[in-house]
Structures are given as structure tokens and as C-alpha cells.
């Protein structure tokens, strides 16, 4: 079936749920790793290979064991709760599971005001808990990763 023909039927798709596929040095190290940020076991592990299957919120992550030269166009990654109290749960979960973490509250980012937390993968990935509290702002300070990225390096 073309394009054209799907779009006249104007079919709906229900999706399942987002997935997201990283390139990682270390399979171990990063299983390691998602183990602790998402809190359960990987659903499938091969050589080279892990895959988790998370249901709140809804994701297929694998890790593909690659060479990593860089971070290449990825900004970072998140996850969006519905409150503050939810982003210093994450926090304490992830510090739990022995990760590293940093917050921002009341920052100024993607013109929002938004409380977040902040973690790193063993390849540099950058993972977020956020909350935003109040949405279109006019303007918006350096976003997403620009001075996190800075104070999160200078920490490992």
C-alpha cells in the first residue's frame, strides 16, 4: 500500500509504546546502569545486547553494544512526572541504586519552570526527571543539557 492510499483511508494506529534503541561501549556496564535508573531486570540479554521493556512509562529500550564515538545528535533524555514530590522520589530511587544525581528546582528551561533531577549513563547519556510547573514562559535561560552537561561532566 502507497502513502497516498493509507493517508485516504485515514486509518488510525494505536501505538504500543515509544522505543528507543542506544548505542552503548559496555552491554554490562550499561545493563548496570538502566537496572538501577528504571528499577527492574532486562527482559532479554545476548551477546552484544539488552533489552528492557518498561511499563510506567510505557518503552522498549535496547542497548546495542557499538563502538561509541561521542554522543553524535542526542540532547538528552527524560522522563516527565506530575510533581515535585515525584522528581525527589526518582531522586532517592536512583541514589539508591547508586547513581549519581543532580537537581535543578525552580530552573528556567524550554521556556518552563520546571523542577528536575538528573542522572548519566556509562556513555554520557544524560537522563532527566522533570515537572514542569509553569509552561510558556516569554524567555528561556540556556536549556536542556547546555549548563547541566557542563556541571554533570565536571563531576565524573
Not at 494506529?13 to 556496564?29: I, Q
Not at 533489552?51 to 542526542?74: H, I, W, Y
Not at 542522572?119 to 543539557?145: I, M, Q
Amino acid at each position: 500500500m502507497d502513502s497516498k492510499t493509507y493517508a485516504s483511508e485515514n486509518r488510525s494506529v494505536t501505538a504500543l509504546k515509544a522505543h528507543l534503541a542506544l548505542n552503548v561501549s559496555d552491554v554490562g556496564r550499561s545493563i548496570e546502569f538502566y537496572r538501577g535508573l528504571l528499577g527492574i531486570e532486562p527482559s532479554k540479554v545476548r551477546t552484544g545486547y539488552a533489552k528492557f521493556d518498561v511499563q510506567n512509562p510505557p518503552l522498549n529500550l535496547t542497548l546495542n553494544e557499538s563502538v561509541v564515538s561521542g554522543r553524535g545528535a542526542l540532547s538528552h533524555l527524560g522522563i516527565q512526572v506530575s510533581s515535585t514530590e515525584d522528581v525527589l522520589t526518582m531522586r532517592e530511587k536512583w541514589a539508591t541504586a547508586g547513581l549519581l544525581t543532580r537537581d535543578e528546582m525552580q530552573t528556567d528551561c524550554c521556556y518552563a519552570l520546571q523542577d528536575k533531577t538528573w542522572v548519566r549513563d556509562p556513555d554520557g547519556n544524560e537522563w532527566e526527571t522533570f515537572v514542569v510547573l509553569e509552561d510558556n514562559l516569554p524567555k528561556a535561560s540556556v536549556c536542556c543539557g547546555g549548563v547541566a552537561a557542563i556541571q554533570i561532566s565536571a563531576r565524573s
